[in-house]
């Protein structure tokens, strides 16, 4: 299917944007977004993005022994369970202001307590880092909010964190997952799926970000490591159900739809959905796309339907 025409003109913004200069660090770029984050019209898109809804409570706390932040939403009289949430940023950036949006939206609208985690990003930090942070956020949230519901989600090197944390803990006996949610994911840290070549350029992410990516966060680590490509895991067998959201004209959409295989092959239950025409990211401009829209009731539906189970 043909790119979504409501998309057009923000391509064209994003190709006119001035590129990155060769050599710029990862620090240095880090900066320049958190710059763009606080600056109200900091980003192109930020007026395509509808205004978060309240909720009844959010918080800062910190997870011992080491302290990773974590930020905590709350709605309703009683939580219906837990959700961990990680967030996006190719592993070398992002911050839970990022993904605030998102998770007012999950905490209102499914009554879940989410807790979103603050890890460590590379390069100052490679793997396994901040997916260390990321598992012991996960053991915290399921001793201070369990015992209940409990899931993981995430989007882009979020969603990547995800499945890693459903490895992680079925393979050290630990939190028993109802749910994981992966929305734009990267399942597959050598690059190779198809969508790769077909979507390296022009479509928001492009491979050659990827790859800077990549060598950022695991620097000379083998990248078929299960615990940073899940799709390379032997065994699948025994995780909890997956929802997984892709877009269609994004590099990293075969990722979602070979983990899927992979998982239903393993008799792992397994909701896949790819929206036609979007982008990586699509999934955030709520205020432009209707498929924004029906791509956030899809999440939430998936979520409720998991709780009525």
């Known amino acids: 299917m043909p790119l979504d025409p409501l998309l057009v003109p923000l391509l064209e913004v994003h190709s006119s944007l001035p590129p990155t200069p060769e050599g710029t660090s990862a620090a240095e770029r880090r ?8 600056s109200a019209d900091g980003s192109p898109y930020a007026r395509y993005i509808e205004a978060a809804p309240d909720v009844d409570e959010v918080y800062e706390d910190s997870v011992p022994p080491d302290g990773v932040a974590v930020r905590v939403y709350r709605h309703g009289p009683v939580s219906a369970g837990t ?10 950036s992002g911050h839970p202001d990022d993904s605030d949006t998102r998770c007012r939206t999950i905490a209102a609208g499914t009554g879940l307590t989410v807790v979103s985690v603050d890890y460590r990003l590379a390069p100052e930090h490679r793997f396994p880092a901040g997916a ?8 915290w949230a399921a001793e201070s909010f369990g015992p209940g519901w409990l899931g993981v989600t995430g989007e882009s090197a979020g969603g990547n964190l995800a499945a890693v944390m459903a490895l992680l803990a079925r393979e050290r006996g630990g939190p028993t997952l109802d749910l994981q949610i992966m929305e734009i994911p990267a399942f597959d840290l050598t690059l190779s799926s198809p969508s790769i070549a077909t979507y390296a350029e022009g479509y928001v992410l492009t491979a050659k ?6 060598e950022n966060y695991l620097g000379g680590h083998d990248p078929a ?13 025994g995780l909890p159900p997956a ?3 892709t877009a269609e004209c994004d590099p990293l959409a075969d990722d979602g739809s070979r983990y899927a295989a992979r998982l239903r092959e393993s008799g792992v239950p397994v909701t896949h959905v790819e929206f036609e025409g979007q982008v990586h990211g699509s999934q955030m401009l709520t205020g432009l796309l209707p498929v924004a829209r029906a791509w956030r009731k899809t999440l939430l539906d998936s979520i409720r339907a998991s709780l009525k189970s």
């Open 83 to 92: 959700l961990v949430y990680y967030h996006g940023g190719g592993w070398w």
């Open 132 to 139: 260390e942070d990321c598992y012991r956020a996960l053991e």
């Open 209 to 214: 970000e990827l790859r800077w990516c990549v």
């Open 31 to 38: 900066r320049e977004r958190d710059e763009a984050r606080r």
């Open 243 to 245: 929802v997984i959201l």
């Open 225 to 237: 490591d299960p615990l940073v490509s899940p799709l390379f895991a032997d065994d699948l067998t």
